[in-house]
């Protein structure tokens, strides 16, 4: 799988609010994109690497917060059983 390639279904696994930011990161490279109802289409061939790069980042980003985001949760969880059964 090309990074293009997995950076697409990465993509794809974000929430609304996540691909504003996309969005915003992509527009202060290019202006050349078309909008739809409910999509943003932006050519690839049209992105330079340092916007690969950036989106890239912001991407890991997400899913690392993600991670993070779960296992707080599951402490807090676990903490509440505690609380729970004393």
Known sequence: M???????DRL????PNEHEQLFRIVHK???DYTCSD???FVSS?????ECIAEMEAYVRFCFDQRVHLDADSAERMKYARLAKTD
């Open 45 to 49: 061939a049209s992105i330079p690497s």
């Open 29 to 31: 490279y290019t202006k």
């Open 2 to 8: 090309s990074v293009a390639e997995n950076l697409r």
């Open 12 to 15: 794809q696994q974000l929430d």
């Open 38 to 40: 409910n999509s943003v």
